[in-house]
C-alpha cells in the first residue's frame, strides 16, 4: 500500500526516535479532535494493483506495527461513512 496526500492533510510523521530516516518515509496525516475522544490523527492509502488483485480475491488487509503493542485504531474506507471530518 502506498500513503497518499490527503487534501486535509495538516502534518507529517517522520521516523520515530533511534530509527535511521532512510529506512522511514514521511507519512501525511491530518490531526483532529474527536468530540467524546480527543485526540486522533487520520492517514490515507491506495493499494497498489497487485494489491488490489489479491484484496478482489478475498484476502484479509494486514495491519504492522513497529514495537509491542498499538493504541486503539480503526481501519476503514473513505466514503463507508464511519469517519467525516
Not at 40 to 66: D, F, M, Y
Amino acid at each position: 500500500m502506498n500513503p497518499i496526500q490527503h487534501p486535509s492533510a495538516n502534518d507529517v510523521l517522520g521516523a520515530p526516535p533511534g530509527i535511521p530516516h532512510d529506512l522511514v518515509r514521511p507519512l501525511p496525516i491530518t490531526r483532529f479532535q474527536f468530540e467524546r475522544a480527543g485526540p486522533a490523527l487520520c492517514s490515507w492509502w491506495l493499494p497498489t494493483p497487485e494489491e488490489l488483485a489479491l484484496l478482489n480475491a478475498g484476502k484479509p488487509v494486514r495491519l504492522s506495527i513497529h514495537g509491542h503493542t498499538h493504541p486503539p485504531l480503526y481501519v476503514g474506507v473513505d466514503g463507508d461513512g464511519r469517519l467525516e471530518f
